[in-house]
């Protein structure tokens, strides 16, 4: 069992930036592929980026170039840089672990909403 728990979010006015923390407690946090999705009211949840244990990346377009996922093992925790935020940004941003060997082992933090405005 994992448990996340987003944080990070908030109100800030077009081309701002927040950074996103996902904390991970449990399990052994680098037996996860993480990843953050968002949900804009009356839309599905989509993939914004994911990042394996080793680092490596993937992004969706709308994001490439201003966002930037990280993690830190030691920490337990994964990261969302946000730059140049745009209104159509605005969403519950959520936080997601998928076991590596188990890919059924899935666990969604609670979200946090991120608000772009000005």
């Known amino acids: 069992q994992v448990q996340l728990v987003e944080s990070g979010g908030g109100l800030v006015q077009p081309g701002g930036s927040l950074r996103l923390s996902c904390s991970a407690s449990g399990s052994t946090f680098s037996n996860y592929y993480m990843g953050w999705y968002r949900q804009a009211p009356g839309k599905q949840r989509d993939l914004v980026a994911a990042i394996t244990s080793g680092g490596s990346t993937n992004y969706a377009d709308s994001v490439k170039g201003r966002f930037t996922i990280s993690r830190d093992n030691a920490k337990n925790t994964v990261y969302l840089q946000m730059n140049s935020l745009q209104p159509e940004d605005t969403a519950v941003y959520y936080c997601?672990?998928?076991?590596?060997?188990?890919?059924?082992?899935?666990?969604w933090g609670q979200g946090t909403q991120v608000t772009v405005s000005s």
């Open positions: 997601k672990a998928v076991h590596l060997l188990v890919p059924s082992k899935i666990y």
